[in-house]
């Protein structure tokens, strides 16, 4: 079973190089095309002539709002806004990808995080210490792809209509100064900023309490604009989104105990206050 996971993880990561490649050689065609050199195309895109060759040799995940611009320059006709979804999800790691695709619908957003920051709550400068850490070492180009790809997530805070958005934390994760004091710092500033937000609600369990549901293991629960209620679980790179109500509906459950347990939202951020005014 391992060596069969290996094998579809190892042909998913090819299928997103593959889309990223595909992506890139339409780019360059309608370029041409149009008579406009790698130069002339950065210069009306806001993009150098470098990242473009990277674009066109899919080396580098262009951004949606590249892929709308490029394809009104280029007077493409839609082909390349036809391939925006899948370039997109070319930018998470395999074992992720479907998690991104629903997160993108969803509604409601409930997560519990154990190890760091939950990734649609953390900073540019933490999400990269995160994947700086990653075992095994990750190529520079693949830590900024990453790392863009969770700042794109947060769109999901600007979202209209907005979603209801929580999130139980492990105070032991707020202790740990991931990429050092300064980004820590900002780290902490961002939650207190986004946990005051009217649909976000931000609790921390803290490591005082006797009784704690969620020992198990973090996860996610999620509810689509279609009403489907899914939850994803994700240990060393080895995921699985559960659809099965069973198995949602006992998450579920998990997570309701948590929210019980740990403190309130303005407990927490008061919590949050206090540790960054002890250092």
């Given at each position: 079973?391992?060596?069969?996971?290996?094998?579809?993880?190892?042909?998913?990561?090819?299928a997103g190089a593959g889309i990223l490649h595909v992506f890139g050689r339409q780019l360059k065609l309608c370029r041409e095309r149009a008579g406009l050199d790698?130069?002339?195309?950065?210069?009306?895109?806001?993009?150098?002539?470098?990242?473009?060759?990277?674009?066109?040799?899919?080396?580098?995940?262009?951004?949606?709002?590249?892929?709308?611009?490029?394809?009104?320059?280029?007077?493409?006709?839609?082909?390349?806004?036809?391939?925006?979804?899948?370039?997109?999800?070319?930018?998470?790691?395999?074992?992720?990808?479907?998690?991104?695709?629903?997160?993108?619908?969803?509604?409601?957003?409930?997560?519990?995080?154990t190890r760091a920051v939950p990734g649609v709550l953390q900073t540019e400068e933490y999400a990269r210490a995160v994947c700086v850490m990653w075992r095994p070492?990750?190529?520079?180009?693949?830590?900024?792809?990453?790392?863009?790809?969770?700042?794109?997530?947060?769109?999901?805070?600007?979202?209209?209509?907005?979603?209801?958005?929580?999130?139980?934390?492990?105070?032991?994760?707020?202790?740990?100064?991931?990429?050092?004091?300064?980004?820590?710092?900002?780290?902490?500033?961002?939650?207190?900023?986004?946990?005051?937000?009217?649909?976000?609600?931000?609790?921390?369990?803290?490591?005082?309490?006797?009784?704690?549901?969620?020992?198990?293991?973090?996860?996610?629960?999620?509810?689509?604009?279609?009403?489907?209620?899914?939850?994803?679980?994700?240990?060393?790179?080895?995921?699985?989104?559960?659809?099965?109500?069973?198995?949602?509906?006992?998450?579920?459950?998990?997570?309701?105990?948590?929210?019980?347990?740990?403190?309130?939202?303005?407990?927490?951020?008061?919590?949050?206050?206090?540790?960054?005014?002890?250092?």
């Open positions: 079973m391992e060596e069969q996971r290996q094998q579809v993880d190892g042909w998913e990561q090819e790698r130069a002339e195309l950065g210069s009306r895109a806001g993009y150098s002539a470098s990242t473009i060759a990277s674009f066109e040799q899919g080396r580098r995940i262009p951004p949606p709002k590249f892929i709308d611009n490029a394809d009104e320059l280029l007077d493409a006709g839609g082909l390349l806004k036809a391939g925006k979804e899948e370039v997109a999800r070319a930018q998470y790691p395999a074992f992720f990808r479907d998690a991104a695709r629903l997160e993108a619908q969803a509604i409601e957003l409930h997560v519990y995080g070492l990750l190529d520079a180009e693949v830590i900024e792809q990453r790392v863009a790809a969770r700042m794109a997530r947060k769109d999901i805070f600007a979202r209209r209509p907005a979603p209801h958005l929580t999130f139980v934390i492990d105070e032991g994760v707020l202790h740990r100064p991931l990429g050092g004091e300064a980004v820590w710092r900002g780290q902490m500033e961002h939650l207190l900023l986004t946990g005051e937000q009217r649909n976000v609600e931000l609790q921390v369990m803290p490591l005082s309490r006797k009784e704690h549901a969620g020992l198990a293991g973090p996860f996610t629960l999620m509810e689509t604009k279609d009403e489907r209620r899914i939850a994803y679980t994700e240990v060393q790179g080895d995921s699985h989104v559960h659809t099965e109500r069973g198995k949602v509906r006992e998450l579920e459950a998990v997570y309701g105990s948590l929210r019980a347990q740990a403190l309130t939202p303005v407990e927490s951020l008061s919590l949050i206050e206090k540790l960054l005014g002890e250092r």
